[in-house]
């Protein structure tokens, strides 16, 4: 599906998660620091709950879609995720994460396009991600990943929005945007 090459010890592949990958999953999840789960999950969690593992792992193709990143050796090493209901079919909600072994590489970049461009192609014009202000570099790669990225700050999180595709005009960017983007971009 997609490829960073770096080196040929950093040869990286991304590929489609698949329903019965819960080992993919932990194997992710302990590769992750405790802040880096903080900052990825909002809340200090030592490992997935069945609940969450659960939902994790209900992908469709369509409305959940979970792209695993992994390196030569198959071992997963980054994934990322977005999500939609069924009361707004032309938005989705985008997670990201990697592995700290693996953090500034450009996995994340990596993932965020392969499933932005997925996510597009089933009909999904606006992505939308929740994160935490002192995460820095998600906020950097979200807003260098697309071309209109418009910010806004909710009670615990910067909430992101980021417009796909060529209908980009279709979309209205109304004052209170560009007023939230300025004040995010002021703090």
Do not use: K, Q
Not at 64 to 76: C, T
């Amino acid at each position: 599906m997609g490829r960073l090459d770096t080196t040929a010890e950093e040869r990286i592949t991304v590929r489609e998660l698949r329903c019965d990958e819960g080992d993919v999953l932990d194997a992710l999840v302990a590769g992750l620091s405790p802040r880096s789960r903080y900052l990825r999950f909002h809340a200090p969690i030592p490992a997935l709950s069945a609940g969450l593992r659960r939902a994790l792992l209900d992908v469709d193709g369509r409305d959940r879609i979970a792209l695993v990143a992994e390196g030569v050796d198959g071992s997963p090493v980054g994934i990322a995720r977005v999500s939609r209901g069924p009361e707004l079919r032309e938005e989705a909600e985008i997670a990201v994460s990697t592995i700290d072994a693996w953090h500034r590489r450009g996995v994340g970049r990596l993932l965020v396009a392969a499933v932005a461009e997925r996510a597009h192609a089933v009909g999904v014009r606006r992505l939308t991600a929740m994160v935490l202000p002192e995460n820095r570099a998600a906020i950097a790669l979200f807003r260098s990943a697309f071309p209109v990225c418009l910010t806004r700050r909710s009670a615990d999180a910067v909430v992101l929005v980021a417009l796909l595709g060529a209908g980009i005009d279709d979309w209205t960017v109304t004052t209170e945007d560009v007023f939230a983007d300025l004040a995010d971009m002021a703090s």
